[in-house]
Each structure stands twice: as C-alpha cells, then as structure tokens.
C-alpha cells in the first residue's frame, strides 16, 4: 500500500519569505509518479509538477523549486519570495501502477503581507 | 474547453435520500476517478475507472456505487446518504499512462442532513 505523509498541517509566513513543504512516501513500487497539487481559497485543485521515479533532477520553475530525493523517498517544495496570493493548501501525491492517487492529508501555507 | 465539469456544485440531502453527483470529461481520457476531500484527511479515492465498462474500488468505497457505460461519463451514487457523507466530492480524468497528471472538476460539496 501507499502512504504520502506532509507531516506540516500549517505553516504561516510573512511575505518575501522562503517556504519549504515536506513530502515523504512508502511505496513498494519501483516505478511510480509523484505530484504536487495547489488547492487556493476558491477550492479548484490544480496541477503544478510530476515527477518519475528515475528522475531525481531538481526542478526550478519560476519561484517554485522541487527536490527529489529517491534515498530518502522524499520530495520536497519550496516557494521562493513568497508572495500573498501563493496562499492555498498544498497537496503532495504519489501514483502508483494500479493507477491509484495516493495524497498527503495537504499543507496550509498562509502568507501574510 | 470544458473539461471535466461536475454537477451540482452545491447539494443538501437528508439522511436516507438518495442522489447521482455527475461527472463528464470531453478531453476523451481513459482513467477517471472519484475522491472525497474531508479536512484534515487530504483527498481518498472512492472508485475508479481505467476505461469504459470497467470499474474498481479505491480506499473508501463503501456506500458509492458507479458505472462507466461510456468514456465522457462516470457518476457517482449514494444509495442511502449517511451524515458521514458530508464531504467535498471531487472528479478527475487523465490519458492512459502513470506519468500523465490528473484533470480535476471543481467538486462538489455535499452536506448530509
């Protein structure tokens, strides 16, 4: 079975501030996907980045960066310079082969000008 | 485009009522599934559908039931709603393969009275 752990329920940070969002998981799976998710205060849930397994490159889009740690099954994301309207609850995911989503239970980033 | 649009928004029953939430995509994609969101709890995976004709339950399926008589469209029935229903129900569709992100509706918020 799967399990995503975001083991933060809350962070709150002042704008301009770094934040980082851990995301750990167990899977017995060797190939498998993982997920970040944006849900914001309007409630849609949307996409921001996959990543496979064989791939442990760090990503950097805009002031969003991930780290892929496969040693550690973690991945890990951070805002950079975080601004009010990066304010939402964020949802790490991990897909396995039976085509089953497995998500963290989400963490509330609140940034405050 | 549409894509995956979920109806009503919005829904009180009492308990013991039954009701249909519908879910249709036109992005013509294999895999679609059914989540509830609970605070707290991330988002769990009711059930679950790799194409049309075939169906399968995820981690909390119990007093749902779906079918899949065609691609566009996977709705999601509560035969005798129960408080512990009371839920944000969410839909989303992805093209076959692991690695392919998951298109979410804008859910459905359910409250069981």
């Known amino acids: 079975a799967q399990k995503v752990t975001q083991a933060q329920t809350e962070i709150s940070v002042v704008e301009k501030e770094d934040v980082t969002l851990d995301c750990v998981y167990e899977?017995?799976?060797?190939?498998?996907?993982l997920f970040w998710y944006k849900q914001p205060p309007s409630g849609e849930l949307v996409f921001l980045i996959r990543?496979?397994?064989?791939?442990?490159q760090n990503e950097i889009s805009g002031r969003y960066s991930w780290n892929f740690q496969k040693s550690t099954s973690s991945f890990n994301f951070t805002i950079t310079a975080s601004q009010v309207v990066d304010s939402a609850v964020y949802f790490c995911?991990?897909?396995?082969?039976?085509?089953?989503?497995?998500f963290g239970a989400g963490t509330t980033v609140t940034v405050r000008a | 485009n549409a894509g995956v649009t979920q109806t009503p928004k919005f829904q009180v029953l009492k308990t013991g009522q039954s009701m249909t939430l519908q879910c249709a995509q036109d992005?013509?994609?294999?895999?679609m599934s059914w989540y509830r969101q609970d605070p707290g709890m991330g988002l769990r995976l009711i059930h679950y559908?790799?194409?049309?004709?075939?169906?399968d339950q995820g981690e909390v399926p119990n007093g749902y039931n779906v079918s899949r008589s065609t691609t566009e469209d996977f709705p999601l029935r509560l035969l005798s709603a129960a408080p512990s229903q009371t839920s944000v129900y969410f839909c989303?569709?992805?093209?076959?393969?692991?690695?392919?992100?998951?298109?979410f509706g804008d859910g459905t918020r359910l409250s069981i009275l």
């Open positions: 989303a569709s992805s093209q076959p393969g692991s690695n392919q992100p998951q298109h």
């Open positions: 899977t017995r799976d060797t190939t498998y996907y």
């Open positions: 990543r496979n397994s064989f791939d442990e």
């Open positions: 995911a991990l897909l396995s082969n039976d085509y089953k989503l497995s």
């Open positions: 992005m013509n994609h294999e895999y």
């Open positions: 559908s790799v194409g049309a004709g075939i169906t």
